[in-house]
């Protein structure tokens, strides 16, 4: 990989390689754009085949995060953090509190929280280091697991979704396929099930299928079916680039609505999904939850606030279907178009020089 010509392309503003040998950090923060704000996005530990795989999940996640924060209303630029490792056997207290004094030696820049391996003990052991961290223990005052309050936002953006497709946003009687029943996708199950909707899951993790069927009469798939099960949504929530050349002839769904980070493999395949009539969800809009929901730590954590945002998701997916229609585009180009727009008319709004501009830490 040609690290600089990739962040020129993308216009990338930092990447920093985190080594600490005693603990056996190995972590890469990228910082995509710092427009709106500090950049904003949680911290993923995974057991990467590579090291460039590393950097490539650190920089399309962390962009990812620029469009999710900017797309939710949220004045904040985009990042991301991952650390190589297996969160199963590799954690440790050094680590993340070796990785919390790297967080503070960018000076608020980069505010982390949790992602796919981390969990809110991880971040109280960065907090211990840092204040630029969230998704930190209620005991703080904060905000804790954003994994339940992403899963509200997806439910509530997959209503809206569903609304376009079969004309009422009603989910009783529908069928959903969900891909990975981990942290969040529990919780949205646990949402669809109350709603009358009925479950086909699958997960690596058997236990986590287990716990599904017992709970809400899911019924179980292996991993590679669920793209052809016959349903009407398909809510991709593991892991990114799942709809891709393969899985796209097999699906059947009306509608793709799910919490996973980067869902398109290539945007090409966002055009082709537009072509088979399939309202797709662009996945930084749906899966916004769990950040709005930490952002409001910055101001001082309150969660009737934070949900009362989360609930705009509906109207935000609503939005980027409009522009998709009105400009007869997919709707992850409408969604792109509409967080592009916003973040050049703040850019070109900028133009006196003040010092340390950015006040928002400063209302915790
Ligand atoms: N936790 C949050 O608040 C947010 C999460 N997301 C994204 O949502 C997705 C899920 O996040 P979490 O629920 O927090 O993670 P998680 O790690 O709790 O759950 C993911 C689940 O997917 C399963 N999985 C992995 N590979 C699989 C495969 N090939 N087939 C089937 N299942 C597979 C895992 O075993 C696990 O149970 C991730 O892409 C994450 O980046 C996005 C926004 C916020
Ligand atoms: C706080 C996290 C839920 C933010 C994040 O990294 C994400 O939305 O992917």
Redesign the pocket.
Known sequence: MEIFKYLEKYDYEQVVFCQDKQSGLKAIIAIHDTTLGPALGGTRMWTYASEEAAIEDALRLAKGMTYKNAAAGLNLGGGKTVIIGDPRKDKNEEMFRAFGRYIQGLNGRYITA???GTTVADMDLIHEETDYVTGISPAFGSSGN??PV?AYGVYRGMKAAAKAAFGTDSLEGKVIAV???????YNLCRHLHEEGASLIV????KE?VQRAVEDFGAKAVD?NEIYSVECDIYAP????AVINDDTIPQIKAKVIAG???NQLKETTHGDQIHEMGIVYAPDYVI?AG?VINVADELYGYNRERALKKVELIYANIEKVIEIAKRDGIPTYKAADRMVEERIERMHNSRSQFLQNGHHILSRR
């Open positions: 949790e992602d796919v954003p994994s992403t891909q990975g029943v981990g942290n969040v996708a699958t997960d690596i993790n986590a991993p929530c593991a892991l990114g919490a996973a980070n899966n769990g």
